[in-house]
């Protein structure tokens, strides 16, 4: 159904993190009446989300569910139902599913956040659905986890069930790493897994109200996350132009898995080294970072324009081709490479599409300073990213 009305879209933090202000927007272009809840004044915010939202709320913290409800009870007395509400951020995703729930909203609610926040049961999910995966669950006692490790040998990697991203994810070596682990153990439940040796690539995009995939990206990582945050090293990823047919079935059967609906989601797997795909974990929103220029930049688009467009008028605006390849690289401050800033930006000058510096909150999974380079060939990529961090010596 299209909307006959103006459609009522609550969004929880569109001023962070600052590039998220660009769905605010596109709603706003596509018609829709978007009301903005943040934690800041509205003369805080930037002067183009000021002009995107129709209404503001302040809370003192966006995490309260009780300023949260009388927030939304704030914007019905203006403006009627809320249609859609939304952050496309993981650390709200339980809380809109609430508020979502309590008001009778469209989307993701209390019955279904659970699979998608736990990890212990996305892996049931998947395991319900056919699919292979890591061994592993939530452990609470000890002497479980070692005879866990004695199972399966080590190393094996321990991560909070519910958490963002690599955060406080920790790959486990040895009996000696286990023990100093565990005489520490953080309160909240982790689960404990098998170390599956590979590449982690994703299967990325939106689907549509009825659950059918209308955008698809995949990005393969030059190293995991968790490795890079826990070392500090560098980072380089890529979104390539073809993707691969195994992961596309797959990818699709975890959408239908889950039934995503009318929603971007950001998927991840890994590939061993003999080709087998194993899913890791899913998200229902778009990945981080620069992610989305990325898509942008690949598919010379717009996607938080499409992604309006579906929410308002439930079509996409254009079709999922992608006539480039592009690369993230990030780089930090403190690390002495073998080309300098000025250095590495006059030789891949053609390539390089954008850079930034990156917000300390995500510095220590992206670098500090980030660039994203694109061409029609995956090679000159690639190599400008081996370039760009090689460290002098």
Known sequence: MVFAAKVNFVFISPHFPPNWAQFAIAL???????????????????????????????????GDYDQQVRALGYFISRHGRIDRLDSLNEHWL????????????????????????????MKRR??????????????????????FAAEVGFPIVAKPDIGVGAA???????????????????????????FISGQIVTYDGMTDRRGRVVHESSMTYGDGVMEIVNSGGDIFYY??????????????????AFDVRERPFHFEFF??????????????????????????????????REWASLVVHDRVESPSVRPFNCLYVGRRYHRRYQLSDDEARSAFASLIVHHESISDVFSGALGDHGYLLRSPQLEPLLAAAQAMIAIAD
Not at 181 to 193: G, K, Q, R, W
Not at 274 to 301: C, K, Q, T
């Open 239 to 256: 979104l390539t132009r073809e993707i691969a047919p195994d992961l596309r079935e797959l990818g699709q059967q975890v959408v239908r």
């Open 271 to 304: 590939r061993t080294s003999e080709g087998v795909l194993m899913p890791l974990e899913v998200n229902m929103r778009p990945p981080g970072g620069l992610s989305i220029d990325m898509f942008n930049y690949a598919h010379d688009l717009d996607f938080a």
């Open 94 to 121: 339980q809380l809109e599913a609430a508020l979502r729930t309590d008001f009778n909203i469209f989307g993701i609610n209390g019955r279904q956040i659970e699979h998608i926040k736990r990890k212990s049961l």
């Open 168 to 194: 406080a994810t920790y790959k486990i070596a040895d009996a000696a790493e286990l023990e100093s682990f565990l005489s520490a153990l953080p309160a909240v439940p982790y689960i404990f897994e098998e």
């Open 28 to 62: 706003r272009e596509a018609g829709a009446n978007v009301l903005g809840i943040t934690d800041t004044t509205f003369e805080q915010l930037s002067p183009q989300l000021r002009g995107a939202l129709n209404d503001h709320y302040r809370v003192d913290n966006l």
């Open 126 to 147: 998947f395991i319900n659905a056919g699919l292979s995966v890591a061994r592993g669950r939530v452990y609470r006692h000890t002497k479980a986890v070692r005879a």
